[in-house]
């Protein structure tokens, strides 16, 4: 989830005239005409600047922002955080400037506990720098549970830093993971957030098992190296990779190069083969889904039978949309039944302070939902974690938590900066769709 603020600062056009307006000597108007320079396509990310190059845009940015650097009052450095952020954004062309601003919108972050911007800010190293992503991330992760964190702030941090685990997974990346999720447990555990507490730990086993079965493979792929094609190394990598993590991308190329007699290198060959003929792909589709009742295996499958289903027809089809829908009822009953009884439903939210009520909202299975309120409808999408649904709000510098409780949706605006809640709501399950 991408929550972006709103800065109010200063009332500056663009990063150049700022510096313009409060500085005159000779290298703020350097700046200024650096950072005004037409953009060109980015078509790499940038070098880290020398520290040289940084410790001089840094000396200059301490002294043009000495007063915002010194003042304490409340507030004021988290809303110095968002400004820094959106001056980032405008000093694009300057490497060192970009590179050092958006450390310090970090920095200046990270100890006020302005968990949505220290999140965007390492985002935009990310995008725009060739930076050690896991370690950046770790750091970043690392110095925010030094805090006295609220429980929705490592929710937040947990949502934050889901695609980071995936990511890693993906690129087997083991002992990154273990280290976030050893981090998410344990400011969990101090914010009394079971729901974050009980998902890291959960996640934390099923990484430690990936890691155990990916040591397993050293032998394998040391055998490969001395034999490519190597019956016995080729299988265990084929099999790592699609049936215990579902990575057939990945894995269908070892696999076809396993024992012939085995089965699942008989399918892996099947699909390599490049026959895409209907009856052979169906026939394909139901020797993975009765090869294994793994979920890994059956959502294989279910990608297989997915697409075939617009070409198929009569008792075919409805083979394969009998298949599909026991997946789907596989896969709700490994995920959390309260946040499935939510979608697909048609809400009436009530809301407190004045809020405007939301006559109409759906939350649909595909993350989208719909907002009716006062006769507009709203189009958004939302992110779920664990035992709830977030929902950026329109104003972007805010966000609804949404749970349930009974028939009862449990509802939530919340200031994105500050964790503070800004309203409460009820829903209740209203006719229509």
Request: proline fraction near 2%; charge should be neutral.
């Amino acid at each position: 989830m991408n929550i972006h603020r709103k800065a109010t600062l200063c009332p500056w056009r663009s990063f150049a005239m700022l510096l313009s307006l409060i500085a005159s000597t000779a290298d703020a108007t350097a700046i200024a005409q650096e950072s005004v320079a037409s953009k060109g396509t980015q078509t790499q990310k940038e070098a880290i600047p020398s520290p040289a190059q940084q410790d001089k845009s840094l000396a200059l940015l301490r002294q043009l922002y000495a007063k915002e650097y010194s003042n304490k009052a409340r507030g004021a450095q988290a809303h110095f955080a968002n400004s820094l952020l959106e001056m980032a954004a405008k000093s694009e062309n300057s490497a060192s400037h970009h590179y050092v601003i958006l450390n310090e919108c970090l920095d200046v972050a990270v100890k006020e506990g302005v968990i949505p911007v220290a999140f965007d800010a390492i985002q935009q190293l990310e995008s725009h720098f060739a930076i050690d992503l896991a370690s950046k991330r770790l750091d970043l992760v690392s110095q925010i549970s030094r805090n006295a964190l609220s429980s929705m702030n490592v929710t937040l941090i947990h949502v934050r830093t889901r695609d980071w685990i995936d990511e890693w997974v993906q690129q087997d990346d083991y002992e990154s993971c273990e280290q976030l999720l050893q981090l998410l447990g344990r400011m969990a555990q101090r914010s009394r957030n079971v729901g974050v507490r009980d998902s890291a730990n959960a996640r934390l086993k099923e990484c430690k098992l990936l890691d155990r079965k990916f040591d397993d493979l050293r032998s394998a792929n040391a055998a490969l190296k001395k034999d490519s094609n190597d019956p016995v190394a080729n299988q265990a990598i084929g099999e790592f990779y699609c049936i215990t993590k579902g990575d057939f991308t990945r894995g269908l190329s070892y696999l076809a190069k396993g024992s012939p007699d085995a089965p699942a290198v008989m399918y892996a060959k099947a699909e390599l083969s490049g026959d895409r003929s209907f009856d052979k792909q169906v026939k394909l589709a139901d020797a993975w889904w009765d090869f294994s009742d793994d979920l890994t295996v059956r959502a294989h499958a279910g990608e297989i039978y997915q697409a075939l289903l617009p070409e198929s027809t009569g008792l075919k089809r409805k083979w394969i949309e009998v298949r599909l829908a026991e997946l789907g009822a596989i896969k709700n009953s490994q995920s959390n039944s309260g946040l499935q009884s939510i979608l697909g439903k048609v809400w009436k939210v009530t809301w407190t302070n004045g809020h405007p009520t939301w006559d109409k909202a759906i939350f649909r299975p595909d993350g989208s939902t719909e907002c009716h309120v006062s006769g507009s409808v709203y189009a958004n999408r939302f992110t779920s974690d664990v035992d709830r649904l977030i929902l950026t709000a329109k104003d972007g510098g805010s966000y609804f938590n949404i749970r349930i409780a009974g028939a009862t949706l449990q509802c939530q605006k919340i200031d994105a900066a500050t964790g503070k809640i800004l309203h409460e709501g009820t829903g209740l399950e209203i006719s229509g769709n």
